[in-house]
């Protein structure tokens, strides 16, 4: 122990939590995580296990609903990931704050391909 004190991080470990569906709207694209107990404040790492459409609005925000709340998945500064960041299926890594709302990407995006 350093500095005679203990600091606990991630104390039940770093969940990782599946989609169960993706739905296309006029306004978002909705990923399903169902209902799980996580700390209010930490880090998961999520499973794209559902792919955006073919046909998608690019330029359409992402969120998340866990636990009944949906919370726009954002990048650093605020900056909402879109349609068209969010290609594929596999694990992304996400910072969640559930007393400021915030959902944000932590993990950098897979490279576009040409």
Do not use: C, W
């Not at 969940?15 to 209902?35: C, K, M, N």
Request: aromatic share 8%.
């Amino acid at each position: 122990m350093m500095f005679g004190y203990r600091l606990n991080t991630n104390r039940s470990g770093v969940p990782y939590i599946r989609t169960t569906g993706v739905t296309v709207g006029t306004e978002a694209v909705d990923f399903a995580l169902g209902f799980r107990p996580i700390e209010p404040i930490g880090d998961i790492t999520i499973n794209v296990a559902n792919e955006i459409p073919a046909g998608t609005t690019g330029t359409l925000p992402v969120r998340f609903t866990l636990n009944g709340t949906t919370r726009t998945l954002t990048f650093f500064g605020g900056t909402a990931v879109t349609a068209a960041d969010l290609v594929g299926t596999g694990d992304i890594k996400v910072s969640h704050n559930f007393y400021n709302g915030t959902l944000q990407l932590i993990s950098p995006l897979a490279p576009a391909t040409a």
